[in-house]
């Protein structure tokens, strides 16, 4: 079992996208009043109170979409600031990040992932939903000022989704060719969505890279990442190709994280909420710091048993709550 040191913390469960595979439109979803957020204050106190003194170091901050959060840049600068803190890193889908590339750079920010579906803005409208004008010029602009800023590795998610997006997996991955730019395929799953997931099934990642070998070549890399995507490399190429494959190899036993809610839910596994602790009510109903303390390093010692039953259950069943409720 690999050692627990990475907190995910959701900022919010707010997102101005409505992503096929997350909250299609039509989701009847009960959002968290803004009262019940984790403050930034309270955030600040959970991390150097309880999760820093039982080993976390490293943490990411998600949503939602975190770029709505009113403070988002202060709470990077809280958390960037903190002497234990060795990585800290985003989630974002960039629709807002043209203008807060600099200072979330400047507040200490310096890795972040931001997903990418598709390079056919029509197809990308598809998949994130809303009506309008299309989202992948300013969400593009976003990656560009990410790259320009300089933010290294940086990260582009796709999660692949049979008959949308996985014809342009070969696309993607060029993206590494010239960049030093992490592409990383996620396995499209039954979370949000299960009657997509029903009508489009999924693709392996076995199969993708197949199709990536039988262009370029494909080896495996000596970068490693703190989550669970293999990593493999173009011959030549200056980005990484990533591989997160929760469907066809799952990797429960090598879970390494924890999540935290935008309203304060300490859960230990993506699909199991085993344990769970409201950490925000124990905390304003003013509950010693060291019983929220206790009650966490009890649910990370019961965290390897989780993961287990997870494994040999698989993974595969349909969920009911969002990407964006869990935290992602």
């Known amino acids: 079992m690999n050692r627990i040191d990475y907190l995910r913390i959701s900022l919010i469960d707010r997102c101005n996208f409505q992503c096929q595979y997350c909250m299609p439109e039509g ?8 009262q019940n957020w984790l403050t930034r204050d309270e955030i600040r ?12 170091t490293r943490f990411r901050l998600t949503g939602g979409e975190p770029l709505l959060r009113p403070d988002v840049v202060e709470i990077v600068q809280d958390i960037a600031t903190l002497p234990q803190t060795e990585d800290l890193a985003m989630t974002t889908n960039a629709f807002r990040l043209a203008t807060l590339a600099q200072p979330l750079w400047d507040a200490g920010l310096r890795r972040i992932n931001i997903s990418l579906d598709s390079l056919d ?12 004008r299309l989202r992948w010029h300013e969400v593009w602009a976003g990656i560009q000022a990410a790259h320009q800023v300089g933010f290294s590795p940086l990260k582009l998610n796709v999660v692949v989704i049979p008959g949308v997006n996985d014809h342009e997996v070969l696309d993607l991955a060029a993206l ?28 392996s990642s076995e199969e993708l890279r197949q199709r990536i070998r039988d262009r370029w070549g494909l080896a495996e890399s000596t970068v490693r990442g703190n989550g669970p995507a293999d990593v493999f490399q173009i011959p030549g190429a200056k980005g990484t190709l990533g591989f997160i494959s ?11 994280r924890m999540r935290l809610s935008a309203d304060g839910w300490l859960r230990p596994c993506l699909l199991n ?15 010693p ?13 019961a965290k390897p048993e989780i993961n287990y039953k997870m494994r040999d259950s698989g993974t595969t069943g349909a969920y009911s709550r969002t990407m964006s409720q869990i935290g992602g």
């Open 246 to 256: 929760q469907m066809s190899e799952c990797f429960c036993d090598r879970c390494n």
């Open 121 to 132: 803005p029509q197809i990308f409208q598809e998949i994130v939903g809303g009506k309008g």
């Open 27 to 34: 989701s009847e979803i009960e959002y968290v009043l803004r």
């Open 176 to 203: 590494s060719l010239e960049r030093e730019w992490h592409v990383r395929f996620i396995e499209f799953m039954p979370i949000g969505n299960g009657d997509l997931f029903q009508n489009r099934g999924w693709v």
């Open 289 to 301: 710091l060291t019983y929220l303390r206790d009650q966490v390093a009890e649910l990370l010692a």
């Open 45 to 56: 106190v959970l991390l150097q109170e309880v999760f820093i003194p039982l080993g976390f």
């Open 273 to 287: 909420e085993t344990g769970q602790i409201d950490l925000r009510t124990l905390l304003r109903d003013g509950k």
